[in-house]
């Protein structure tokens, strides 16, 4: 079940924890059989809960995701990194996108043909190109989170204000 698990918090204490992330923000609940009138109530508690977080929380939409700057990013710009080969000795830049799809794009740009910053340069300009390739919706993996997201977002287009 999506981000909700059974565990036994102490020797006959249950619970249902309900448990995810959204832009980098931990949310986590736990619902107990005990509290909550039994497991059925927890669990549905805990489901009702999670809907109700889902729903009013944003997603990072495809294009938000790509374009947001890894803790091991060195180049400053996401997806453009510096590889140095026996074949280029000097190096290159390189700039990459992998699509939702599995579809891998990228471009090198050679440090000993352009100099090192216009290969960079280039590579920068070569990732502004790529991601014109993204079709920007929310960016979820999970069935149940696209479910929960797409529909409270279509609900709220048809409210009349």
């Known amino acids: 079940m999506y981000a909700i698990s059974r565990l036994k918090a102490a020797r006959n204490a249950w619970c249902w924890r309900v448990h995810f992330k959204r832009r980098g923000k931990l949310y986590s609940r736990d619902f107990y059989d005990f509290t909550s009138g039994g497991k059925k109530a927890a669990k549905e508690k805990a489901i009702a809960w999670r809907d109700e977080r889902l729903a009013e929380l944003k ?10 700057k890894r803790s091991n990013n060195i180049s400053g710009v996401p997806s ?3 590889h140095k080969t026996t074949a280029q000795p000097r190096g290159f830049w390189q ?3 992998r699509l939702p799809n599995g579809k891998r794009f990228s471009k090198s740009f050679s440090v000993m043909l352009h100099g090192n910053k ?5 590579a920068v300009a070569a990732r502004t190109e790529l991601l ?4 920007d919706k929310p960016y979820l993996i999970h069935p149940v989170a696209k479910r929960i997201t797409l529909s409270h977002r279509s609900t709220a287009k048809t409210k009349p204000e």
């Not at 216009?118 to 280039?122: G, K, M």
């Open 80 to 82: 453009v990194h510096f």
């Open 95 to 97: 700039a990459s996108l």
């Open 132 to 135: 014109t390739k993204v079709v």
């Open 118 to 122: 216009a290969a960079f340069e280039l």
């Open 59 to 68: 997603t990072f939409s495809v294009l938000e995701f790509y374009k947001q």
